[in-house]
């Protein structure tokens, strides 16, 4: 027999003007091998249909079952319990939209993100179909890969201090995504271009520097790197226009 799991999970449901914020107890026996993904569906099967949570691939590549594991951000799918105590606290993730008990909206907070960053290569070469692909050097290419493998779970901002004082402020997925067209050499923009979107109080300037985003990345993207890089970046494009000044 295995252990007697005991899960906190917070209710409620906003589209329910019954529904109060509570937390409710759950008991379940653990299995070999059982991550929280499994766990709460068979607590939504076997005790409560009308719990609500995301999920969508099982394999740490959609992002949807982010939620905060006994205080830290993670993915369901990923967290094995026998890595966790007999206790187990599941709460939503801060900043997003609450959908209802487990389950954020990220996409609104992604889709305003890629509009604030201006998210495609700007450039002024004209598509030509008939054209041979252009050429990228191999280790740039793996750069923007490296950076690309985002999944968007929405966990870095999650436990981003500066994101959970201040909805304004841009978070490392938008810092990074920044520094991804940064490198990308087809991108045409210049530091000062850069500098108007991220060299400010709610961009790069605005980072603490904590590193939170970087512990609880699940795909363990490099985002100290990018940050140190991005404000490096920036402080010199600050330093430029002042001399022109």
């Known amino acids: 027999m295995g252990r007697l799991l005991q899960f906190e999970i917070f209710r409620y449901n906003p589209e329910d003007k019954d529904s109060a914020p509570h937390m409710q107890t759950f008991v379940l026996e653990e299995t070999t091998n059982m991550t929280l993904f499994i ?17 969508c691939c099982r394999a740490g590549i959609c992002g949807a079952c982010a939620m905060v594991i006994n205080g830290r951000p993670g993915l369901a799918c990923q967290t094995k319990t026998k890595d966790l105590p007999e206790t187990i606290t599941l709460m939503p993730l801060p ?3 609450l959908i209802g008990d487990l389950s954020v909206d990220t996409g609104i907070w992604f889709r305003e993100m890629y509009q604030k960053t201006e998210s495609w290569i700007h450039t002024t070469k004209e598509f030509d179909p008939a054209k041979e692909e252009e050429r990228m050097d191999n280790a740039v290419a793996e750069e923007i890969y490296e950076l690309e493998r985002c999944i968007e779970c929405g966990c870095c901002i999650s436990a981003c201090g500066t994101a959970r004082l201040r909805d304004d402020f841009m978070g490392a997925a938008a810092l990074n995504r920044i520094a991804r067209f940064v490198i990308d050499p087809r991108d045409q923009r210049t530091d000062n271009q850069y500098f108007d979107i991220i060299g400010n109080d709610y961009g790069i300037f605005g980072c603490m520097g ?3 985003c970087e512990d609880v990345c699940p795909k363990k ?15 010199i494009t600050a330093i430029k226009q002042f001399i022109r000044k």
């Open 39 to 55: 766990a709460l569906n068979r607590l939504r099967e076997e005790q409560d249909p009308g719990l609500i949570f995301d999920f």
């Open 221 to 235: 993207l490099p985002l100290q790197n990018q940050l140190g890089f991005l404000r490096r970046k920036m402080g």
């Open 210 to 212: 904590l590193l939170a």
């Open 95 to 97: 900043v997003f939209k």
